[in-house]
């Protein structure tokens, strides 16, 4: 995990996990083989999953880039133009580095993933300016890298967490792990086939995170992510804050 606090923890994320979000993500917000992925992120970092194993799955192309260059948002977008790329993934602060620049217009027409940090409103606005494909990513490395998503629209730029990848359930409880009525703040819990084993050599904190599914079939576990959240009248679910 990122943690800000403390020793990292480490997370044991299944094969079949990371399968489940790969294809999940192939499909929505959607890879195929005539795209050029950008990689922007460093390999240590969670979210490379996506942008290695993505373009191998589908016979996509990657485009990578040394550390050098993904400082520089100048060769960045020169990079962008000169390999036609059509797809990138990248943190809120990544993205406003690339806009600030005079040349952030290398980016019109691209495919826009965003997450690892609260995407703020006017970020996505001017994400929204540039193409009409814009994602809003979210996910803790406990549940597989992203465990939901949402389609950002010039009619609708508010950043909303959405609703869950394939094979995963997006739960909203109280203090007493029972179902809040629409519009209530609960804490946000991930169930499905993106659950990892568990933490590296930490039982106790497992099963302090990781706890049975009321809801699932035997078994079945749903991961605490510390998160509020709350589900709007139309379904779709918005990230409120931190539970703490």
């Known amino acids: 995990t990122s943690g800000s606090t403390g020793k990292p923890k480490g997370v044991m994320v299944r094969h079949g996990a990371l399968t ?32 290695i194993y993505g373009p191998l799955l589908v016979g996509a192309t990657l485009v990578l880039t040394g550390q050098d260059i993904n400082l520089d948002p100048q060769a960045l977008l ?32 691209c495919k826009l993933l965003c997450g690892g940090e609260a995407l ?16 809003n990513l979210y996910g803790p490395t406990e549940t597989t890298i992203w465990s939901a998503q949402y389609p950002l629209a010039p009619t609708q730029p508010q950043p909303w967490l959405g609703g869950p990848i394939a094979n995963t359930s997006l739960s909203i409880l109280d ?21 990892a084993r ?19 079939a035997p078994g079945a576990r749903l991961y605490r992510t510390g998160d509020l959240a709350r589900y709007r009248a139309d379904g779709v679910i918005e ?4 539970v703490d």
Not at 79 to 106: E, F, G
Not at 188 to 194: K, P, Y
Not at 198 to 216: I, K, V
Not at 239 to 242: E, L, P, T
């Open 239 to 242: 990230y409120i804050g931190r």
């Open 120 to 135: 703020p409103l006017e970020l996505a606005t001017r994400l929204l300016a540039l193409s009409p494909q814009v994602w």
């Open 78 to 109: 020169t990079l962008v133009k000169q390999q036609r790329i059509s797809v990138l993934q990248a943190t809120p602060s990544t993205w406003r580095m690339l806009l600030d620049h005079r040349q952030a217009d290398a980016l019109k027409g």
């Open 175 to 195: 203090d007493n792990l029972a179902p809040v009525a629409v519009g209530v703040a609960g804490e946000l819990l991930i169930g499905g086939d993106g659950l």
């Open 20 to 51: 489940n979000f790969v294809c999940s993500m192939a499909r929505q917000p959607g890879l195929d083989a005539h795209d050029r992925l950008l990689s922007l992120t460093t390999f240590s970092f969670d979210i490379f999953g996506l942008e």
């Open 198 to 216: 568990g933490y590296f050599q930490r039982p106790a904190l497992t099963a302090e995170r990781f706890l049975p599914d009321p809801f699932g």
